[in-house]
C-alpha cells in the first residue's frame, strides 16, 4: 500500500508539473539528445519553450504571417524507461502564431536505445527516432526523423553530436529524405551551474542540398541551471548566422526526472 501512495504522489506531482509548464513562454525546436535514457520504471518531463525576438523568415503554418517574429512554440514531452536501454515517449506541441490565438499544433511518437555500456567504446551511441503527425490544418506534413547520438566525456568537457535525417510521410515529397546536424559542448565540472554551447543547422535534401544561403543555421550560448535533483532549466540565446535563419530566439528546456512503481514491486 505504501508503494502506491508513493507512485501516486510521484504521478500528481509530474502532472502538476505538467500543468505549470502549459503557462510557461515556448521555443524553436532545437533539442539535443545526449546517449543517457531514463531508468527502467523513472518517468522524464520536459517542457520546451522559446519566442523568436527577431526574424526576417517568413512563418508559412496555419494562416501564416509575414514573419516569424513574435512566434511562440511549447512542447511538452513524457518519456518513460522500459528497460536501462529503451525508452518511448510521446510529445504534445502547441505555438502562439504572431498576431493570432494560442493552438495545438500536432503529436509526435518517439522511442530511443542506447548502445553498449558506458566507457565500453571511443564514443556512446544511441539511435532516436520520431513520428512527427501535425494538426492538419497547420499546413504540414508527417514526418520520419531519425538521430544518431554520437557522445564523449573528456573530464569535466562533454561532446555530443546528432546528425539526423528526416524522410516526409505525406504531403509533398518530392525533397526526400533531409539532413540536418545537432551538436553541443557542455561543461559539466560544477552541479549547479553547466556552461553550454550549442549548434543546429539544416541542409535540406540530401541529393540536392539546398545553398548555403537558404540553410538554416543557429548557434546557442548558454548554461544548464541545476534547481534541485532530478529539476534542471537549460536556458539559451539563440543567435542566427544567417538571413534565412531566425536572428535571435530565447530558449528554455525544463526538465524533471522521477521514479514510478519499481518494476519488481509492481507484482506485490
Not at 103 to 130: K, M, N, T
Not at 199 to 223: D, I, K, N
Not at 224 to 238: C, N, Q
Request: charged content about 20%.
Amino acid at each position: 500500500m505504501k508503494t502506491l501512495v508513493r507512485a501516486g504522489r510521484q504521478v500528481l506531482t509530474g502532472a502538476a508539473f505538467v500543468l505549470l509548464a502549459l503557462d510557461a513562454s515556448a521555443q524553436e525546436d532545437d533539442q539535443i539528445y545526449h546517449w543517457e535514457t531514463p531508468r527502467t520504471g523513472w518517468f522524464e518531463l520536459q517542457m520546451l519553450n522559446a519566442f523568436v525576438l527577431a526574424s526576417a523568415a517568413p512563418y508559412d503554418r496555419f494562416a501564416g504571417a509575414e514573419t516569424r517574429k513574435g512566434l511562440e512554440q511549447h512542447f511538452v514531452e513524457v518519456e518513460y524507461g522500459l528497460t536501462d536501454r529503451w525508452s518511448a515517449g510521446v510529445y504534445a506541441d502547441f505555438e502562439l502564431p504572431p498576431s493570432d490565438s494560442f493552438r495545438y499544433s500536432g503529436v509526435r511518437v518517439e522511442s530511443s536505445y542506447r548502445f553498449f555500456e558506458r566507457y565500453e567504446r571511443v564514443v556512446e551511441l544511441a539511435l532516436h527516432a520520431e513520428v512527427q503527425v501535425p494538426r492538419p490544418s497547420s499546413g504540414a506534413g508527417e514526418e520520419l526523423e531519425t538521430r544518431l547520438v554520437l557522445q564523449r566525456d573528456f573530464s569535466d568537457l562533454r561532446v555530443v553530436a546528432n546528425p539526423g535525417f528526416a524522410l516526409p510521410l505525406s504531403g509533398d515529397a518530392s525533397e526526400g529524405l533531409e539532413f540536418s546536424l545537432a551538436a553541443g559542448v557542455y561543461y559539466r565540472r560544477f552541479w549547479r551551474v553547466q556552461p553550454a554551447l550549442e549548434y543546429f543547422a539544416e541542409f535540406g535534401s540530401v541529393a540536392a542540398p539546398s545553398p548555403a544561403s537558404e540553410q538554416r543555421h543557429v548557434l546557442y550560448p548558454g548554461a544548464r541551471v541545476h534547481l534541485a535533483p532530478g529539476l534542471s532549466w537549460l536556458l539559451s540565446v539563440g543567435i542566427g548566422l544567417n538571413e534565412t535563419s531566425d536572428r535571435w530566439l530565447l530558449r528554455g528546456v525544463l526538465s524533471y526526472e522521477f521514479p514510478t512503481v519499481p518494476p519488481a514491486d509492481q507484482m506485490r
